[in-house]
């Protein structure tokens, strides 16, 4: 199986915690494709939610993982994209979730809300989880 590659974007107030994430993808064996932002200087999260889309629409990447303060902002940005499915989960369940039943395809966390320990939790059970289909892939198709 060919190595997946992962997006990984981030304002400043997601710097931090992207950085610690790509480290941690890099150690589960994807290629880790870092779009950003390299400092904690203020930026625009729609910039880089952007970018993160870009490289998934375009086939640069499998999947993505965006970190903002809150994941909100984030979530906001790359869900306006049609096909992008962005899920701000805060504990394994719900990075679990976002695969088994809605495909989700971009990870968002809030490095001001969510513990680095429980963030770490999301990326390990988010990118070993696959979507189930079934009556899920009806429901996702209705997304559009
Ligand atoms: C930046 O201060 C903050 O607004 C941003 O990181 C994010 O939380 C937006 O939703």
């Known amino acids: ?16 915690m992207k950085e610690e994430l790509a480290k941690q ?34 086939g640069n990447a499998d999947q993505g993982v965006l970190v903002c303060g809150s ?9 306006r994209h049609k096909g992008i499915r962005a899920a701000l989960c805060n504990d394994a369940i719900s990075a679990e979730l976002a695969r088994q039943h809605n495909d989700a395809n971009i990870l968002v966390l809030g490095e001001r809300l969510t513990e680095i320990v429980k963030a770490k939790q999301c990326v390990e059970r988010f990118f070993s989880t696959d979507f189930e289909g079934g009556r899920h892939e009806r429901r996702v198709k209705k997304l559009g």
């Open 25 to 58: 993808l890099d150690g589960m064996g994807f290629k880790v494709l870092n779009l950003g932002t390299d400092s904690s200087d203020s930026v625009d999260y729609p910039d880089f939610a952007l970018l993160v889309v870009k490289a998934i629409e375009d």
């Open 1 to 16: 199986m060919s190595q997946k590659t992962i997006a990984v974007g981030a304002d400043h107030g997601g710097y931090e």
């Open 71 to 79: 994941g909100i902002g984030m979530s906001i940005a790359a869900n």
